[in-house]
């Protein structure tokens, strides 16, 4: 039976590259996108490479639309096999130093509403159909940014590259990560978190090495997982990182 996949933010970046490359694989994608043009411009870019894709309009911070969506999934197709969450924002002012002190708080809630309290509500509103799933995968598109370790380590790259709001917000995801994998341990559902690298995007600017294509790698291949593969994992292109 072909397996159903929901991809969220999948109008263009890794989120739209995700999209193809599952649809590459026979696998139906709902390409989840706010805006209701650029979700249609995706569908019809997709489909013109003879993708079986659908859009649904998918505001993740909006609940109705969750709802909605759910409702959608459950109508059509009774289960969903793979949920990627991958939308999210980046609205600190700059990637470069230290915003602890200062970051306005609406920038924080704005940033959280998204990247952690939309994808939290997501997940949760999608789990019983994922249950339905004879295997069930999320993969949570986080960040290396999210990790203490890296914040913490002075060798590494992003030392310097502190904005909190995005941070933090991925390192909730990360939480989230492990303790819905914890919570489903019993379950043939895997959830990871995965790391696509610098990329090409609007997140990522025009000067990050990694095509959309090559960052949408990792979370592709975490959605196809084995039943004998990984749950509870923080990964780029299957190296393990530190949470
Ligand atoms: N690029 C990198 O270097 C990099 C590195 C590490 C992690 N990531 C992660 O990779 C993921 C994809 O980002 P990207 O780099 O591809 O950036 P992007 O091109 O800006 O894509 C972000 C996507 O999320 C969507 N989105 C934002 N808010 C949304 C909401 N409320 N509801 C639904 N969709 C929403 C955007 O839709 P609109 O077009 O409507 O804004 C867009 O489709 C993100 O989770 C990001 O944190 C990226």
């Known amino acids: 039976m072909t397996k159903i996949a929901l991809v969220t933010g999948a109008n263009k970046g890794i989120g739209f590259e995700t999209a193809k490359q599952l649809a590459q694989q026979n696998i139906k994608v709902l390409l989840g996108a706010r805006n209701e043009n650029d979700g249609k411009r995706a569908e019809e870019k997709l ?35 793979i949920l990627v969450n991958n939308a999210a924002v980046f609205l600190d002012s700059s ?19 998204i990247n952690y309290f939309g994808t ?28 203490f370790a890296a914040h913490l380590d002075e060798s590494h790259w992003l030392f310097d590259l502190k904005p909190y709001a995005y941070s933090a917000s991925k390192t909730a995801l990360n939480q989230f990560t492990v303790f819905l994998a914890d919570a489903l341990r ?3 559902i895997k959830v990871n978190a995965a790391n696509p690298g610098w990329v090409q995007t609007s997140i990522g600017s025009e000067q990050a090495p990694l095509t959309p294509q090559e960052g949408a790698r990792t979370g592709v291949s975490l959605a196809l997982l084995d039943d004998d593969g990984p749950t509870g994992t923080f990964s780029q292109d299957g190296e393990l990182l530190p949470w």
């Open 47 to 81: 489909r013109g490479h003879s993708l079986d894709v659908t859009y649904m309009k998918l505001d993740i911070s909006h609940s109705a639309d969750i709802e909605n969506v759910r409702n959608l999934i459950e109508n059509d197709y009774g289960t969903l096999d």
């Open 95 to 113: 990637w470069f130093g230290n915003n602890i002190e200062t970051v306005p708080m609406q920038i924080l809630r704005d940033t959280f509403d």
């Open 120 to 147: 939290v509500e997501l997940t949760q509103a999608l789990l019983p159909l994922i249950k339905k799933s004879k295997a069930g995968r999320i993969v949570n598109i986080s960040s290396v940014s999210g990790s």
């Open 186 to 188: 019993e379950t043939n």
